[in-house]
């Protein structure tokens, strides 16, 4: 059972444009949200991380949007460029001891044409 | 600082072998945690450890082991290879255990012929 609902799959977006990347999950219990962008041949990177009790954050060109009542959540990344190419992750934990384990949607393979 | 580092890189076994995969933390983190990583699942949690002790387990047959030594240095094993157990595994460290921040090595890339 996947616990964290990643869409779209794939997303090609020209430069400049603003992808979207969705996520929604079940488990109440989820206290972290993090963001991993994955290159061919390199492990997952942390990009951004939220927790529920604020609805927006934003680092540089990308900005993570929070529903709490919705269980969604959602990845923005502001003026794309080629090489924002890359595979994204949504992910969630119950937090505290359990940090480490983190419950992985299935990854959007974004391509940004030049 | 040099980051989170996996070996080997790539391992090409046969159905029925076992193998052993390592992991270097990033010096001065004292967890340790395993995912696999496939096309058709995605990323799955292993396990975790932290001070030599396994603190969390997914949902994985016992075929899958791991264990953590005192210099936090982690290896995880698989055993009676099959071919379901090709997939890129990925040792991520953090500096504690209820650290946010997970630093994922390169993984090494598993082929079970």
């Not at chain 1, 993570?64 to 969630?92: E, R, V, W």
């Not at chain 1, 983190?102 to 990854?107: E, I, K, T, V």
């Not at chain 2, 029925?16 to 001065?28: A, H, R, W």
Request: hydrophobic share 30%; proline share 5%; with cysteine.
């Amino acid at each position: 059972q996947q616990q964290v609902k990643q869409s779209p799959q794939s997303l090609i977006v020209q430069k400049g444009g603003i992808p979207i990347i969705n996520c929604a999950y079940e488990n109440t219990a989820f206290d972290y949200f993090p963001w991993y962008q994955q290159f061919p041949g390199k492990g997952p990177a942390l990009l951004i991380a939220i927790r529920p009790d604020v609805s927006e954050k934003k680092e540089g060109r990308f900005t993570i949007s929070f529903n709490k009542s919705a269980k969604q959540f959602s990845l923005h990344i502001m003026d794309s460029q080629p090489g924002d190419s890359a595979t994204y992750f949504c992910a969630a934990s119950n937090g505290g001891s359990t940090l480490g384990r983190l419950y992985f949607g299935r990854g959007t393979q974004l391509t940004v044409w030049p | 600082k040099a980051g989170v580092t996996q070996t080997p890189r790539y391992l090409i076994k046969t159905r029925g072998q076992q193998v052993t995969l390592s992991c270097s933390p990033i010096s001065g983190h004292r967890s340790v945690s395993w995912y696999q990583q496939t096309p058709g699942q995605g990323l799955q949690f292993l396990f975790e450890y932290f001070s030599e002790t396994q603190r969390n387990k997914g949902n994985f047959p016992g075929r899958f082991s791991g264990r953590q030594f005192s210099n936090s240095r982690s290896e995880m094993n698989v055993s009676t290879l099959e071919l379901g157990d090709s997939a890129l595994y990925l040792c991520a460290s953090s500096l504690d255990l209820d650290t946010e921040k997970l630093f994922f090595g390169s993984g090494t890339q598993l082929s079970v012929l």
